[in-house]
């Protein structure tokens, strides 16, 4: 059982990647910046609304410290470009996945991420019972961007093999929720000035946009 594991109750089972050295392999500054890649997306799909309510649910999580910035849309997306993006080509999936999360770090910090999604699966973001539901899948890719290996706790969003229609992975168990928090319990937020690391209203995002432009 590693250091951070020891942190929270024995019946928890979430792990978080680490270093050669065992340190955790985690995002050090906020808001964690991302946009979708919209070339080869389903045309059916709300893929917007499916990533926005998945990066919502770890940054809803109660005493952790996390933040997201949704950029503008690109066309094209691919490794490390801190996109969603369709790899039509699987060359980023491995074989028995069908959406795949990537990051990039250096000395524990991570720098860039990707989430690849195949796009010649059957989605759903309609609770299509016989469809994978994109919400639930991208809520578990964004569990990997912030640094989450696979549990092995019964209904945890971050246990690994999404069965078709399955809902219950769009809302975070107890066992991610303590991932969260104790991996992240004080993360700095590079945000304009009088915003809360926990929401990003109009106004904030209009600085950020600024920011980023300037």
Not at 89 to 113: K, L
């Amino acid at each position: 059982m590693g250091s951070v594991w020891a942190l929270v109750s024995t019946a928890l089972a979430w792990d978080v990647a680490r270093t050669e050295a065992g340190d955790t392999i985690r995002w050090v500054e906020a808001p964690v910046e991302w946009q979708l890649a919209v070339s080869g997306a389903p045309a059916e799909l709300d893929v917007g609304g499916a990533a926005v309510a998945a990066t919502a649910a770890w940054q809803g999580v109660p005493g952790a410290e996390l933040a997201f910035f949704q950029a503008p849309d690109i066309d094209l997306g691919g490794p490390a470009t801190g996109t969603v993006w369709w790899d039509a080509e699987r060359t980023s999936i491995p074989d028995d996945q069908v959406a795949y999360a990537t990051i990039w770090s250096t000395d524990g910090a991570i720098f860039a991420f990707d989430v690849a999604v195949d796009p010649t699966v059957e989605w759903a973001t309609d609770g299509h019972s016989d469809r994978y539901d994109l919400q639930a899948v991208l809520t578990h890719e964004v569990g990997h961007v912030l640094g989450f290996l696979h549990s092995d706790v019964e209904g945890a969003v971050m246990m690994p093999g999404k069965a078709r229609g399955d809902l219950d992975g769009r809302v975070l168990a107890e066992d991610d929720e303590a991932a969260a928090v104790t991996v992240y319990p004080d993360l700095p937020a590079l945000l304009p000035e009088g915003c809360s690391s926990g929401a990003l209203p109009f106004a904030c995002v209009l600085g950020l946009l600024r920011r980023r432009t300037s």
